[in-house]
């Protein structure tokens, strides 16, 4: 079994910045890639970025890119998303997710483990 923890969603002001963590834990936690999702109150789960846990290689929603940094700590066994530039849009439970396999690093039900997710709110 696997453990995703979230953490550091809070309520911050518009353009500022925060950094969210997922800390994994399981007996064999060897994910293929880590992900980060987020929904926003009456809309669907979006897709905000992803990382391969042995390269380290990244992957982004085209509207996140310029101002989200997914990394990996792989010794804590801790992924982050690194938010900088923070809009009330951006407002939205975050939530991490591990995956076994390869393929559309974008695509939630490829994702075999979830987090509970963490509170971000973007004031005005």
């Known amino acids: 079994q696997v453990q995703l923890v979230e953490s550091g969603g809070e309520l911050v002001q518009a353009g500022d910045s925060l950094r969210l963590s997922c800390a994994a834990s399981?007996?064999?936690?060897?994910?293929?890639?880590m992900g980060w999702f987020r929904q926003a109150p009456g809309k669907e789960r979006e897709y905000v970025a992803a990382?391969?846990?042995?390269?380290?290689?990244?992957y982004y929603a085209d509207s996140m890119k310029d101002r989200f940094t997914i990394s990996r700590d792989s010794v804590k066994n801790t992924v982050y998303l690194q938010m900088n530039s923070l809009k009330p849009e951006d407002t939205a439970v975050y939530y991490c997710?591990?995956?076994?396999?390869?393929?559309?690093?974008?695509?939630?039900?490829?994702?075999?483990?979830w987090g509970q997710g963490t509170q971000v709110t973007v004031s005005s």
């Open positions: 997710a591990a995956r076994y396999t390869s393929g559309s690093l974008n695509l939630g039900d490829n994702y075999s483990y």
């Open positions: 399981g007996r064999t936690f060897r994910p293929y890639a």
């Open positions: 990382i391969t846990c042995r390269s380290g290689t990244t």
